[in-house]
């Protein structure tokens, strides 16, 4: 159902901020959205930033809100696990979930921001291109737009939905005039973007996410609907090995050659693309996220966090259906804005904390004997005790009904069963029973 209308401001064109323009002018709002770059529709995507997603059950329900899932849905190819690359050429397929339905789709940033702004513009938004925000003028209620010379724009502030990403321009702004508090934590490691060309990629099995896991280093692929793989290698950032060492093509060519063998092949303009900008990885923690009635922080503009769980996007997209349903029931944005903010926190730490183990998990848990047991076990007690025993990963992935930080309390919870069934415990039922309640379900749903 449509509210009266009202005006809302979005600052930050990017996957969350065009969702949620979506999502409140089929509300009945009259949204304009301000955005730094060019329209990518016609300019085509910033080098520099991840070319490839994962959107998993999270980001699905949040496009599903916003009615956009059929435009959406011919840029997404599943992915049905992961594919490990061993050292000696070898390799084996990590299933993620239980059946063909726990899937994680593999989805070109451009392509979905380009989808997202085209709905956006067919529900009527007013989409601002070549607008960079500048600052935020609390005493005066304004959005400054311009350049490092002088302000050129002046927008009323309120109130405002700041989607802007990690960098945000709103969140630096607010930070400066001492309304909010904001801390980043940057990892050690950095990336770079690779690409496997199609011609290449036909070697590699289409429907997975692949990895060549090194224990404190990995490289990683996702597929593109045109057959080719973007790949991106995750080292750290001074040190050995690191990017430090990696100073010419002779040095890249040889660390791909001693780490790598069996991906170097697939990577022909390799050196090329060790040119492009290298791309830094962290952790923004922002308190608080509002300000009052008149700004709102969201996204990775609130809570960015490392890409190692596949949830950045899916966690915004999930934050946008969030704010809906707060909407949907209070029209004073001050609540609103509080009552985000107070719900979706101790999720956000959650995946925070989360994506930084999986990491670990990835570039070096999948090699190690004890962790594939201990998978294996956790999924068979996943299928005989299915409204109990849910693997972490599979909650936080394939079951949007548990929230980050449930999946993370319920996480630990099995995690010391599995080593006490692995050490020799024998009544599995038992201890499921006592310290894992069913989690409740509507039938037939999975999360």
Avoid at 27 to 55: H, M, Q, T, W, Y
Avoid at 338 to 349: G, I, Q
Avoid at 416 to 434: K, Q, T
Wanted: charged letters at 25%.
């Amino acid at each position: 159902m449509k509210r009266a209308c009202s005006a809302v401001n979005i600052v930050g064109a990017g996957l969350a901020g065009t969702l949620l323009a979506i999502v409140l002018a089929r509300r009945g709002f009259k949204v304009e959205v301000f955005e730094r770059r060019a329209d990518p529709r016609i300019r085509g995507a910033e080098r520099g930033r991840s070319i490839n997603l994962a959107l998993a059950a999270r980001g699905l329900r949040g496009l599903e809100i916003a009615g956009v899932t059929a435009r959406v849905a011919p840029l997404l190819i599943p992915m049905r696990g992961r594919y490990v690359h061993q050292h000696d050429g070898t390799g084996n397929m990590l299933l993620y979930g239980q059946d063909e339905t726990e899937v994680i789709h593999s989805v070109s940033r451009e392509a979905l921001g380009c989808a997202l702004i085209e709905a956006a513009a067919a529900d009527g938004v007013a989409l601002h291109f070549g607008q960079q925000c500048v600052g935020v003028d609390l005493a005066r209620d304004a959005l400054l737009f311009g350049d490092s010379e002088r302000v050129r724009r002046r927008v009323p502030l309120v109130p405002t939905i700041a989607t802007d990403g990690a960098g945000s321009a709103v969140r630096a702004a607010l930070a400066a005039a001492g309304a909010i508090q904001v801390r980043e934590e940057l990892l050690a490691h950095d990336y770079r973007e690779l690409t496997i060309p199609a011609i290449h990629g036909a070697s590699l099995t289409r429907n997975a996410l692949h990895i060549w896991p090194r224990g404190n280093f990995m490289l990683i692929a996702l597929p593109n609907t045109d057959g080719s793989f973007t790949a991106t290698l995750f080292l750290a950032r001074e040190g050995s090995p690191s990017f430090a060492e990696l100073t010419d093509d002779s040095s890249i060519s040889a660390f791909f050659a001693r780490e790598f063998p069996s991906a170097l092949p697939l990577l022909p303009q390799l050196t090329e693309d060790f040119r492009a900008a290298q791309g830094r990885l962290g952790t923004v923690y922002c308190e608080p996220w509002h300000v009052g009635d008149k700004v709102l922080l969201l996204g990775d503009a609130a809570h960015a966090i490392v890409p190692f769980h596949g949830q950045g996007m899916n966690c915004a997209f999930e934050d946008v259906a969030v704010l809906e349903a707060l909407l949907a029931a209070n029209d004073d944005f001050g609540a609103v804005f509080a009552a985000f903010a107070r719900t979706r926190r101790s999720d956000t730490d959650a995946i925070a904390q989360m994506a930084l183990e999986n990491y670990l998990e990835m570039r070096d848990g999948v090699l190690d004997p004890l962790f594939q047991r201990r998978k294996a076990l956790g999924e068979r007690l996943e299928r005989e005790f299915p409204d109990r025993f849910i693997p972490r990963y599979s909650m936080v992935m394939f079951h949007p009904g548990i929230g980050y930080a449930e999946a993370l309390r319920r996480g630990a919870v099995q995690q010391e069963i599995l080593a006490a069934l692995d050490a020799g415990a024998a009544d599995a039922r038992a201890l499921i029973e006592a310290r894992l309640p069913p989690i409740t379900r509507p039938r037939g749903a999975r999360g």
